[in-house]
């Protein structure tokens, strides 16, 4: 009689297939990791482009960039809680990025709020924006917590300049976001670290408290100066983290300010870094925060592998590599420090 061998496969021959396999999708993970996050990037880039594209449309209008957040006279600058804060830069630029209904539904509020401090117009910032979302950072879902609850989540911030230093020579103030209210110019006192600038060097941002700027006033060229910036949302650390709230217009919400101390680099991830109502510190993972401050100062920060991105004055976007030096990244962020920052 003829034997004749059953057709298939030998365990061993499955398991070199298997391994085969195994090796191959290994191999594949990476590019289309890469794939996919080079689509990101591009994504947030052009969210960056829309948005500086709107600062200069209300630009067009008003005479000057819009403030990063109205503030009446006696509401306290550095905490949301149940303040009677005025609305942010995102909050007057909604009708130039397509959300002009969303604006209609509050817009007597929102203009009238440095008159009579109504802040009925904080209804808007529930809604949350695609716009407003770099597609990197996956944690808007959850809502901030504070001054309220219910705000919507947000990875852009405007450039409000100011130094975080010891003490407030030459300023008005040494707490970062303060000292650059209303257009000042804080010059470096050098303390307490040295930011690779020369001492009495000023930080003024293109957008504060009760202040925009005209392009046509940036000092050191609306190319040579930071517009707007990236923030990582803070929700996966607590819904009370307040990194990353696109109507808030706090540093690390809707705003990076204060460099100096700790936040001179992008990225950092230096411990009790940002100052950020209710934010909890995580360094390790490039999230560090000093808990129980109120809003002082917060770094521009992303999901991107290696840096962040920013758009300058003229609405041109770049990557800012984290390795960027700290006296560069302060001359970037100052509109009016005399001096030429370097690749």
Not at 259 to 277: L, M, Q, S, V
Not at 282 to 311: E, I, L, Y
Request: proline share 4%.
């Amino acid at each position: 009689m003829t034997l004749r061998r059953n057709s298939g496969f030998t365990l061993i021959e499955l398991l070199v297939v298997i391994a085969i396999i195994a090796i191959l999708i290994g191999l594949l993970l990476p590019a289309v990791q890469k794939v996919r996050e080079a689509a990101a990037r591009m994504r947030c880039g052009n969210n960056m482009k829309q948005l500086a594209l709107a600062c200069h449309s209300y630009h067009d209008r008003v005479g000057q960039l819009p403030p990063s957040i109205q503030l009446r006279s006696g509401v306290d600058r550095t905490v949301a809680g149940t303040n009677a804060f005025g609305p942010n830069w995102v909050v007057l630029i909604l009708p130039d990025i397509e959300q002009g209904n969303l604006y209609n539904t509050q817009s007597a509020n929102i203009t009238t709020y440095m008159a009579n401090g109504n802040t009925a117009w904080k209804a808007v910032g529930t809604t949350s924006i695609k716009t407003m979302l770099c597609p990197s950072d996956t944690n808007a879902e959850v809502a901030w917590s504070g001054a309220g609850g219910g705000w919507a989540r947000g990875n852009y911030g405007c450039n409000a300049g100011g130094l975080h230093q010891s003490d407030g020579t030459g300023a008005t103030s040494g707490v970062g976001y303060i000292s650059s209210e209303a257009g000042a110019s804080p010059p470096n006192n050098n303390a307490p670290v040295d930011l690779g600038v020369p001492v009495g060097t000023t930080a003024g941002g293109v957008m504060c408290i009760n202040f925009g700027s005209g392009i046509d006033r940036i000092r050191d060229g609306s190319s040579n100066t930071i517009l707007l910036a990236e923030l990582r949302i803070g929700a996966h650390l607590g819904a009370q983290d307040a990194r990353g709230v696109w109507a808030i217009g706090f540093p690390g919400s809707s705003v990076v300010s204060g460099n100096g101390w700790d936040c001179a680099r992008p990225n950092t991830t230096d411990d009790n870094a940002d100052d950020c109502e209710g934010c909890i510190n995580d360094p390790v993972n490039g999230m560090g925060a000093w808990p129980g401050c109120p809003f002082q100062q917060a770094t521009s920060r992303s999901k991107h592998t290696g840096g962040v991105q920013v758009a300058l004055g003229d609405g041109s976007v770049r990557f800012v590599n984290n390795s960027v030096s700290m006296g560069n990244w302060f001359l970037m962020l100052s509109r009016d420090d005399g001096l030429t920052w370097t690749d």
